[in-house]
């Protein structure tokens, strides 16, 4: 029995040294991905405000206004009646602003997609705007969020179903320059507001 002690020390000390390095090869790789991520954000970020620029050099500098804007809202959704679109154009503090809503209903369930032009506030943008390409998944009991994966050129951001409730909602940056929010009532999943962002014309909003 004495004998084995020793025996029994050492198989112990290489578990425990075992566990300590699995751990620090955890904590290494979470940093790495930080550290992956925060690369991955700044150069987000950095091709935005190229974008930007160029927007600049052309003299586009304002937002669309209002009634354009409406122009990229959706004219239907299938089994729901639309209202009449409505937007405002609004100008603060060197700032400029318009955006454009729809809302379309069915019963009581309710679909509405808003339209925000950054354009004459830009720097207020790129922060969220770049926050999409982290591709942020999480989910609970109580909803799930995930990266919107819509396949469009110039379009990120993330969308979340809220599991008790069947709120469905999505949330897009387009052309970093745009955001454009679809949100649900009483829906079993996301597939609604999913078809509805890929029924808009996002490619063309991305390019302007």
């Not at 904590?27 to 991955?40: D, R, T, V």
């Not at 979340?160 to 454009?180: C, E, N, P, Q, S």
Request: aromatic share 6%; with cysteine.
């Amino acid at each position: 029995m004495t004998k084995s002690l020793p025996w029994l020390a050492a198989a112990l000390l290489l578990t425990t040294g075992c566990e300590k390095a699995q751990k620090a090869q955890e904590a290494y790789s979470n940093l790495s991905k930080l550290s992956e991520a925060g690369k991955k954000l700044e150069t987000t970020m950095e091709e935005a405000k190229d974008r930007h620029a160029e927007r600049v050099q052309k003299g586009d500098t304002l937002s669309l206004p209002y009634k354009d804007l409406e122009n990229y809202l959706p004219a239907e959704v299938s089994g729901y009646t639309a209202a009449a679109p409505s937007g405002q154009s609004m100008r603060t503090a060197g700032m400029a602003f318009s955006s454009a809503e729809r809302t379309f209903t069915r019963d009581t369930a309710e679909v509405k997609v808003s339209i925000v032009d950054y354009n004459g506030a830009n720097q207020l943008f790129q922060g969220a705007s770049a926050m999409f390409s982290l591709g942020l998944e999480s989910e609970d009991d109580e909803s799930l969020t995930k990266e919107a994966k819509l396949d469009l050129s110039g379009v990120k951001g993330s969308e979340t179903f809220r599991k008790k409730t069947g709120g469905a909602d999505i949330t897009l940056a387009v052309g970093d320059r745009f955001l454009v929010t679809i949100s649900g009532t009483k829906q079993p999943d996301l597939t609604l507001v999913e078809t509805v962002a890929k029924s808009m014309d996002l490619p063309k909003m991305a390019k302007l």
